[in-house]
């Protein structure tokens, strides 16, 4: 019964927790001699420990300090949560079993943590954010993490067709949509710097052009030939005609990708070039990390299109393992830059090193 009676005082305050312990262990102790049970006095220290009246510890309100870290933190989870919606566009996946189990395994878990995060970010984000300006633009991440789950429905509501073009369907208006809610909520919360920076900021914008230059000579010296059929058909004269045009359009968006992808990169450098002078080292860096992230992403979905014509044209590293890669580079860059999140070494009197610290 001692252990009875032993849980029973840790339940106590600190205060009395050591004297009602000697008491009722004593009281078993000299139970038998006294005419009692004891398990009635285990019983009676239980049902004493349930009953005790404990008062409330107050509440300690959170300082302006703790409230702009929380806020922060909020911002960087559904900032984060954002991006990483908008980096489903355009929701054609080749996932698929390997001859490498424990990559599938890697490849199967982080993709369900990534949408555990994009589910629970932005739910967390509306729970701990303060402040006007902060709450408003976390509204608007928030409502943008929405464009993954509006896609099907938007496809299924609106007629279109599947053959003519699968990365511009009415369910891509969604995508638009939070592309449009991002560059909102950012702007809610831009800050410039009177003092400028350059060489950061060039040097993000020159890897930026380097991924997006490399994509291109791959994407048209290797994945995309024109003297490739884009499908396997039948001899049969009545098929033909019908797959010269399925041919000539899937060329031509081809194309078209091709030119937007290189002026999308142009784009990219110029605007990590021109936010990227107004902000601090530290913001400019996790900005060009971020847009090279970003090439990542627009070199697999550019990849999967000539996949989609072309069958095992594409290496399938460069496919969905270079997303899922992209995916998590900038969840993380957007959290350590924004939301304040980093990994700090602390050493204590021990020499015990290597804690994780959220700031």
Not at 122 to 131: E, H, S
């Amino acid at each position: 019964m001692s252990l009875v009676i032993r849980a029973a005082a840790r339940t106590l305050p600190a205060g009395i927790r050591d004297r009602y312990r000697e008491q009722w262990l004593a009281d078993a102790r000299d139970a038998t001699e006294a005419g009692l049970s004891p398990a009635s006095i285990a019983l009676a220290a239980v049902t004493f420990a349930v009953s005790y009246d404990r008062p409330l510890s107050p509440r300690a309100v959170p300082t302006a300090e703790q409230r702009a870290r929380r806020s922060r933190l909020g911002v960087g989870l559904a900032l984060s949560a954002a991006l990483l919606a908008l980096s489903v566009y355009p929701g054609v996946s080749f996932q698929g079993l390997t001859s490498l189990p424990v990559w599938d395994f890697i490849r199967f878990f982080a993709g369900m943590m990534l949408l555990a995060y994009g589910v629970l970010a932005p739910l967390v984000a509306l729970f701990i954010v303060t402040g006007v300006r902060e709450r408003a633009a976390v509204v608007l991440l928030a409502l943008a993490c929405t464009a993954p789950i509006l896609y099907g429905p938007i496809n299924s509501a609106l007629p279109w067709q599947w053959s003519a073009n699968t990365y511009a369907t009415p369910g891509s208006l969604a995508f638009a949509g939070a592309a449009v809610l991002i560059v909102v909520g950012c702007s809610v919360l831009w800050k410039p710097r009177a003092k400028r920076i350059a060489r950061i900021p060039l040097i993000g914008a020159l890897a930026v052009l380097l991924v997006s230059g490399l994509g291109l000579v791959y994407a048209n010296s290797v994945a995309w030939s024109e003297e490739v059929p884009l499908a396997v058909v039948a001899a049969d004269p009545a098929f033909w005609a019908e797959w010269q045009q399925m041919r000539a359009a899937h060329e031509a968006t081809v194309a078209a990708t091709l030119v937007g992808w290189a002026i999308a990169g142009v784009v990219l450098a110029v605007l990590v070039v021109v936010i990227g002078r107004r902000m601090t080292e530290r913001g400019a860096t996790a900005l060009g990390l971020a847009a090279v992230a970003i090439s990542l992403l627009g070199a697999s979905g550019v990849f999967g299109l000539l996949e989609l014509g072309i069958s095992d044209s594409v290496l399938p590293v460069l496919l969905d393992p270079l997303r899922l890669v992209a995916q998590v580079v900038l969840v993380a860059v957007t959290l350590v830059a924004v939301g304040g999140v980093r990994l700090a070494r602390v050493r204590h009197r021990h020499d015990v090193e290597g804690a994780v610290e959220l700031l």
